[in-house]
């Protein structure tokens, strides 16, 4: 069956520290792959995308890997702030499926001074 | 900056009764997409509309549900006899083209009673 797996168990780390957070995925063959930030009673928020072809995508503090090999996506925070706290998600777009997004649980993170 | 918009952002209904849940995308986006979020759960897709049309929708999406774009800027879901296993977030997104970031709106809590 297909699966989007992201860690269940919040993640605490101290500020300035960097974040890593994983997404693995089995039996979907994902053309993009897209991150998130959630907020309590929020809507998600888009962060990054990488596509299947790319193996590194970075946008100021944040950086995207995708390993099609592994069937694998890391999203890393470096220098991280008590702001960057909140639940982040992990998408899968499939290709020719009118861009439907398929979300993973998402893994809290949790940035302490 | 330009957002989508939801109303409303809380609805409570008694179990059977039809609701409609309103959403403004971004003005110049052609794709418009409803997703539904259960307490504690993962964001799931439920229906994509393009060119007037649904182009997917999920098996969630069944006879009880309908969406429609009745004028140039709404774009509406409808739960014709709501169940009590409907009640969840429900996020509108939408994005300009395909297989690139979708923006969320922040969501209408639907609890039905």
């Known amino acids: 069956s297909q699966k989007i797996e992201q860690n269940s168990e919040a993640l605490n780390i101290q500020e300035g520290k960097t974040a890593t957070l994983t997404c693995n995925y089995t039996?979907?063959?994902?053309?993009?792959l897209q991150w998130y930030r959630q907020d309590p009673g929020r809507g998600p928020v888009f962060l990054l995308l990488?596509?299947?072809?790319?193996k590194e995508k970075r946008k100021e503090r944040l950086k995207v890997t995708f390993d099609t090999t592994l069937k694998q996506s890391l999203f890393h925070i470096t220098a991280s702030q008590p702001a960057d706290s909140a639940t982040y998600l992990c998408?899968?777009?499939?290709?020719?499926?009118?861009?439907?997004?398929?979300f993973g649980t998402g893994t809290r993170l949790q940035v302490t001074l | 900056e330009p957002e989508v918009t939801q109303t409303p952002s809380h609805q409570v209904t008694q179990m059977g009764q039809e609701v409609i849940l309103r959403c403004v995308p971004i003005?110049?986006?052609?794709?418009f997409y409803w997703y539904r979020q259960i307490l504690g759960q993962k964001v799931e897709f439920l229906v994509s509309?393009?060119?007037?049309?649904?182009?997917?929708k999920s098996e969630i999406f069944d006879d009880q549900f309908s969406v429609e774009r009745p004028d140039g800027s709404n774009f509406t879901l409808k739960i014709r006899s709501t169940k009590l296993e409907d009640s969840a977030m429900y996020f509108c997104a939408s994005n300009r083209e395909m297989n690139t970031e979708a923006f969320f709106g922040q969501g209408t809590r639907l609890t039905v009673v």
């Open positions: 003005s110049n986006h052609l794709y």
């Open positions: 990488i596509r299947e072809n790319e």
């Open positions: 039996n979907y063959s994902p053309a993009y």
């Open positions: 998408a899968i777009l499939t290709a020719g499926t009118a861009s439907k997004l398929t």
């Open positions: 509309f393009y060119n007037n049309e649904i182009s997917e």
